[in-house]
């Protein structure tokens, strides 16, 4: 977690769902500096694919994929 200055250890040690539901809500009203300059400077973080299940099945309606 670059943000919080960890080591992975320490994240294994101490991170959970919800630490990790909260730290998400904290960050939403109140982002880390580095985010802040960057959304400054203009930069857009790249689009992820969906995780929607649903839209991925819509994507291959006779259940496979062509070639």
């Excluded at 300059?37 to 099945?57: D, F, I, K, V, W």
Aim: hydrophobic fraction near 35%.
């Amino acid at each position: 977690m670059i943000e919080l200055r960890w080591t992975r250890n320490e994240v294994l040690d101490q991170v959970d769902m919800p630490f990790l539901a909260e730290l998400r809500r904290a960050w939403t009203d109140c982002p880390p500096p580095r985010r802040l300059l960057a959304a400054s400077l203009g930069y857009q973080p790249p689009s992820r694919p969906s995780r929607n299940y649903h839209e991925l099945l819509a994507m291959f309606p006779n259940g496979t994929i062509n070639k």
